[in-house]
């Protein structure tokens, strides 16, 4: 069984930082990528920033200049910096991770979440 085990977030002024944590642990052969996606009240999940384990880096364009996905493939996690956080990026953030197991199927599953919170 994979899991994802989710940290950081919650409450920031505007302009703060905050930073997110997601270690994947369990019966993962490879990975083909990781990173985050977020979901406001009310409107569809969007994807954050996220990058395959070849090395392709994506940023939304709302993100782009302040928030920097990084990973640590000896722990198979990786980290969401926020900077210059505004009231719009208030949502719940997602972990995502797209792997293989063991019998090469692969597998694409979710951590269950954590509330970052940007108002004054």
């Known amino acids: 069984q994979v899991q994802l085990v989710e940290s950081g977030g919650g409450l920031v002024q505007p302009g703060g930082s905050l930073s997110l944590s997601c270690e994947a642990s369990g019966s993962i052969f490879s990975i083909n990528s990781m990173g985050w996606y977020r979901q406001a009240p009310g409107k569809q999940r969007e994807l954050v920033a996220t990058?395959?384990?070849?090395?392709?880096?994506t940023y939304a364009d709302s993100v782009k200049g302040r928030f920097t996905i990084s990973r640590d493939n000896a722990k198979n996690t990786v980290y969401l910096q926020m900077n210059s956080l505004k009231p719009e990026d208030t949502a719940v953030f997602y972990c995502?991770?797209?792997?293989?197991?063991?019998?090469?199927?692969?597998?694409?599953?979710w951590g269950q979440g954590t509330q970052v919170t940007v108002s004054s």
């Open positions: 995502n991770l797209g792997y293989r197991n063991r019998f090469g199927a692969y597998r694409d599953i």
């Open positions: 990058f395959t384990w070849t090395g392709t880096t």
